[in-house]
């Protein structure tokens, strides 16, 4: 045998995959077609007409392709109203929770201070309890402090999220004190070293906090049933679940409302793309002791 003949052997071998591996492949790439097909038969649905959604309401391709149901929800709805509503309370909701989560899980990692403990359990108890128990409490909360249909009344209570405070107390405790030394030498206070030192290093779990504030207030929806019932007021979340129950519109209507739940997933899915390779690097920013 020749030892061009050998090495063509050699790298056909390398080359090919055992059958167990394309068995896996095939299945994980079913699993993600399995996966996927709901999101590409609610995108394929919006472009049908109301016939041919009625008619063949899985099949990913429209016969024949119409925008009617986008140009009703941009042109005859209340849908752009819901999405400046929901745009302004995300952003607003989004920069609160990154400055009071890193804040507060700052206080709790490096301050010293009586009941420190006692805090931070009550924060990990909060995560524990179910949303919908808390709601009629939230409600007469802000109904009490006189911000109840308002945009006050929809974003303080979202300010700050105890799965956030968690996360930055855990990333600051693991940033070594070693780095704060210095600035405080120099005669900075804590509220300086945590501003100018320590939050710039955070950068990965910040970005984990933009993400998960960000994918929550968007979504959010049972905290802005207790505390709007202006049509003014009104969020994607509740616009789209009030054309899913039928309450804006007679018939089945999939083609709009499929339209305005494609809508919605955009602006999450961006932000989720843009940033997935920052989440949680703790790589980034590692100091040597």
Not at 62 to 87: G, I, K, Q, T
Not at 224 to 230: E, Y
């Amino acid at each position: 045998m020749s030892a061009a003949t050998s090495t063509r052997l050699r790298h056909s071998r390398r080359n090919r995959l055992p059958v167990g591996q394309l068995a896996l492949y095939a299945l994980l790439i079913a699993l993600a077609l399995i996966y996927t097909y709901p999101f590409l038969v609610q995108v394929a649905t919006s472009f049908k007409t109301e016939a041919d959604a009625a008619a063949d309401p899985v099949s990913l391709i429209p016969s024949p392709w119409s925008w009617a149901a986008y140009e009703r929800l941009f042109v005859n709805s209340d849908f752009p109203v819901w999405f400046a509503n929901s745009a302004i309370v995300t952003v607003a909701v989004t920069i609160g929770r990154v400055f009071f989560d890193s804040l507060a899980g700052y206080a709790l990692a490096r301050l010293r201070f009586r009941g420190r403990g006692l805090v931070f359990g009550a924060v990990v108890a909060v995560m524990a309890v179910p949303t919908v128990v808390l709601l009629i409490p939230k409600f007469l909360v802000i109904n009490q402090l006189g911000i109840y249909d308002s945009y006050a009344g929809m974003v303080l209570p979202l300010l700050v999220d105890a799965a956030g405070v968690f996360i930055m107390k855990n990333f600051f405790e693991s940033v070594p004190a070693s780095v704060e030394e210095q600035a405080r030498i120099d005669g900075a206070g804590p509220f300086r070293i945590f501003w100018s030192v320590v939050l710039p290093m955070a950068r990965p779990a910040l970005i984990t906090i933009v993400i998960l504030s960000f994918q929550g207030s968007w979504n959010e929806l049972s905290h802005f049933i207790v505390s709007t019932q202006s049509p003014e007021l009104t969020t994607l979340t509740k616009g789209v679940a009030s054309l899913a129950s039928g309450q804006l519109s007679q018939g089945t209507q999939y083609p709009l409302k499929l339209a305005a739940a494609a809508i919605m997933t955009i602006p999450v899915a961006v932000m989720f793309f843009v940033f997935q390779r920052r989440i949680m690097n703790t790589t980034e920013g590692a100091v040597k002791e």
